[in-house]
T-cell receptor, first 111, second 117 residues
Framework: SQKIEQNSEALNIQEGKTATLTCNYTNYSPAYLQWYRQDPGRGPVFLLLIRENEKEKRKERLKVTFDTTLKQSLFHITASQPADSATYLCALTFGNEKLTFGTGTRLTIIP | GAVVSQHPSRVICKSGTSVKIECRSLDFQATTMFWYRQFPKKSLMLMATSNEGSKATYEQGVEKDKFLINHASLTLSTLTVTSAHPEDSSFYIC?????????????FGPGTRLTVT
């Protein structure tokens, strides 16, 4: 069965630096991949979607890359701020199917 | 992005009673909605897929008679936890898909914290 791993359970980054989160998957590549932010006690908030034929997507300080050869997506937050502290989830969609979530990375930006 | 609302945000009920949670897509129509459950420090667990005008599809291990799902319109799905017990206490999150530019973007509600006493 498909397995999705996010590089680390927790990641601490100094304010102003770039935070890079990793999402790796096994088996076949998804049609597209989505990144979400989740704060404690709240539902996930949609950030970015990237398709399998796209290499990179940007939105303000966020950048997502998708490498189907490595079976990996990287999520970057540049000029990180304490307000970026949250849990970030990657989720894969295969065709018209439901989302499959990674385990999440809890990011803390240290002032 | 699209907005999904959920009501109530918190509910406390006594064991044996039923609780209904509403999920609405506010600015788009959703033929498909999803219901998730999340335990502390864990990722989201899909419970069921709710299809407008037809029966929901439940994931393995989810009791369809305990978690009743109704998707009566293109903007509203409800989850009713019947005869609730303390082990049903959890964070329930709904989600709806919006077809944009050839892909399904999935948006989530703010969640409902259910506590069964």
């Amino acid at each position: 069965s498909q397995k999705i791993e996010q590089n680390s359970e927790a990641l601490n980054i100094q304010e102003g630096k770039t935070a890079t989160l990793t999402c790796n998957y096994t088996n076949y590549s998804p049609a597209y991949l989505q990144w979400y932010r989740q704060d404690p006690g709240r539902g996930p908030v949609f950030l970015l979607l990237i398709r399998e034929n796209e290499k990179e997507k940007r939105k303000e300080r966020l950048k997502v890359t998708f490498d189907t050869t490595l079976k990996q997506s990287l999520f970057h937050i540049t000029a990180s701020q304490p307000a970026d502290s949250a849990t970030y989830l990657c989720a894969l969609t295969f065709g018209n199917e439901k989302l499959t979530f990674g385990t999440g990375t809890r990011l803390t930006i240290i002032p | 992005g699209a907005v999904v609302s959920q009501h109530p945000s918190r509910v406390i009920c006594k064991s044996g009673t039923s609780v209904k949670i509403e999920c609405r897509s506010l600015d788009f129509q959703a033929t498909t909605m999803f219901w998730y459950r999340q335990f502390p420090k864990k990722s989201l667990m899909l419970m069921a897929t709710s299809n407008e005008g037809s029966k929901a599809t439940y994931e393995q291990g989810v009791e369809k008679d305990k978690f009743l799902i109704n998707h009566a319109s293109l903007t509203l799905s409800t989850l009713t936890v019947t005869s609730a017990h303390p082990e049903d206490s959890s964070f329930y999150i709904c989600s709806a898909r919006d077809f944009r530019q050839g892909v399904y973007e999935q948006y989530f509600g703010p969640g409902t914290r259910l506590t069964v006493t």
